[in-house]
């Protein structure tokens, strides 16, 4: 019991409202610049959908114009890279966008190699991350990095409706 308490609060405090992370217009645009130096696509050409699940999420990336091959592919470069980097705990790309106070960006980057499975698979038009743990407090640091994002990228990114893990996707 205490032990169950124990995690349920240390999860409490570690969940960040997405309304206490609300970016302003100039910190979008700070993050729309460092961006550049991480994403070779275009930001503005893409569309980045955060979706939560209940051991993950889903980050996908697309281009807006379905018929605009160059961001496809770029899209999907840069997916397969951050993949590769992400299982072996290296968040740098996000640290340098975002920040290293980026709410759930240390939980992340404090994972066991491992902790975290990350598939990538193309989607119409882009391509996807799945993130999957049955740890929750990687679950809630994920959730809390998602709703970051959104509100970082500001119209360049949404939420995606919360879906349970018996998807195909997860």
């Known amino acids: 019991m205490t032990k169950h308490l124990l995690a349920a609060t240390l999860m409490a405090l570690t969940v960040v409202p997405f309304s206490t992370y609300a970016a302003d217009a100039e910190r979008q645009a700070d993050v729309a610049k460092r961006g550049a130096d991480v994403m070779p696509f275009s930001l503005k050409a893409t569309t980045h959908i955060f979706t939560k699940t209940s051991r993950g999420g889903t980050q996908r990336v697309i281009a ?33 966008v975002h920040g290293t106070d980026m709410p ?45 994002q959104v509100s970082d990228h500001g119209d360049d990114a949404m939420a995606g409706h919360m879906q349970h893990d018996d998807s195909p996707n997860q």
């Open 64 to 96: 807006k114009d379905a018929a605009d091959a160059q961001q496809i592919q770029l899209v999907r470069e840069h997916l397969h890279y951050i993949q590769a980097h992400f299982q072996h705990g290296d968040f740098a790309g996000p640290s340098h």
């Open 104 to 148: 759930g960006l240390n939980e992340l980057k404090s994972a066991k190699p491992g902790a975290i499975a990350i598939a990538y698979r193309d989607v119409t038009g882009g391509a996807e991350l799945s993130y999957r743990t049955a740890d929750a407090g990687l679950v809630t640091a994920l959730h809390t990095w998602f709703d970051a």
